[in-house]
């Protein structure tokens, strides 16, 4: 049988090169650099047997209706697999995959240090300072920051990135580390030396907090107003997960009337949207108390081409009838 790939946007090589090798396989890559529009994605996915798709694009019913009853599997290429309706996908018996990789936890965590360090230093912002030529004369009292040394970082989320996270800081900075999950994790906390708290808990006594939680119906707005209000006045929270963890809203009025110190956000509510509602004057981007990434925690060429040779694994895996190595179960 020949099976019809259709890949919603051109990716790293890596993946593409091992399915060019299969004989039995058809790609149809929708090229460019923009999200494919959503009526073009409904008449692209037409007869595909297998869609590659990317985060950017919502696969439900009516993708799978209009890709028709051939369709077997979304390898998706992303980690998160928030934007494909697996339930929908199961009871169609359309198999559903993501991308995890140990290069992507470990870059994904050099983000979010990255970001932690951009804001306990106030890089970007003295980055703007120096570029607008501000810089006038030395201050013992300019620009200060906060150091990392010493401090207590907490990650929300006891997966594989919160660990590397914790890990990597642990390791090298001398920092205090504890974590929160639905329930206690002895293998992380041997692997992180990571002290358990509950949400609460970690809200009130971390300067960095991190979250590293799926998307799903038990963490949208996670930290919302009564959650930031636990936190420090002092405190940073960073989001490399997903924008929907983090009620946006609230975040803005407790940065705005620095609640928190400030945060570190490389996802948004409304991505790609960086403010849901700019009307209402509290426009992320005006803010000097946040450091703004377009949801690049995983764009490195390894990271990015891991991810591509994952999805052509799992696609692999399935056109010659074996379990792909990363099934969602939703
Ligand atoms: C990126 O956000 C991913 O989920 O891989």
């Known amino acids: 049988m020949n099976y019809k790939i259709f890949v919603t946007r051109d990716i790293p090589d890596d993946g593409l090169k091992m399915l060019r090798q299969l004989k039995n396989v058809v790609l149809d890559i929708y090229p460019g650099e923009k999200a494919i529009p959503r009526k073009e994605l409904l008449k692209r996915v037409k007869g595909a047997d297998i869609i590659l798709s990317i985060l950017t694009e919502k696969i439900d019913k009516q993708v799978f209706d209009a890709a028709g009853p051939q369709l077997k599997m979304i390898a998706n290429f992303a980690v998160g697999f928030d934007n494909v309706d697996v339930k929908e996908a199961k009871k169609r018996g359309i198999l559903v995959t993501n991308t995890p990789h140990e290069n992507v936890c470990e870059t994904v965590a050099e983000h979010t240090i990255a970001l932690i ?185 390894e990271a990015r081409q891991a991810m591509s040779r994952v999805a052509a694994e799992n696609i692999i895996a399935f056109i010659k009838g074996k379990t792909p190595p990363n099934v969602c179960l939703g």
């Open 117 to 301: 360090f951009a804001l306990a230093h106030r890089i970007t912002e003295a980055d703007r300072f120096t570029r607008a030529g501000r810089y006038e004369c030395w201050g013992p009292k300019m620009m200060l920051g906060t150091d990392l040394w010493k401090k207590t970082v907490g990650v929300i989320g006891a997966g594989r990135i919160g660990g590397a996270v914790l890990k990597r800081l642990a390791d090298g900075f001398d920092v205090k580390v504890i974590y929160n999950d639905m329930k206690k994790n002895p293998i992380f906390e041997k692997a992180t030396g990571a002290k358990y708290r509950t949400l609460d808990q970690l809200l009130k006594e971390a300067d960095f907090v991190s979250l590293h939680v799926p998307l799903c119906t038990a963490t949208k707005h996670l930290i919302s107003t009564r959650e930031l209000k636990l936190m420090k006045p002092t405190a940073f929270i960073i989001n490399t997960a997903r924008g929907p963890i983090i009620d946006e809203k609230a975040l803005l009025k407790a940065l705005a009337s620095k609640q928190i110190a400030g945060a570190g956000l490389d996802v948004f509510e409304c991505e790609p949207m960086i403010d849901c509602d700019p009307r209402d004057n509290l426009e992320l981007r005006k803010m000097e108390n946040v450091v703004l990434t377009p949801h690049t925690a995983s764009a490195t060429i």
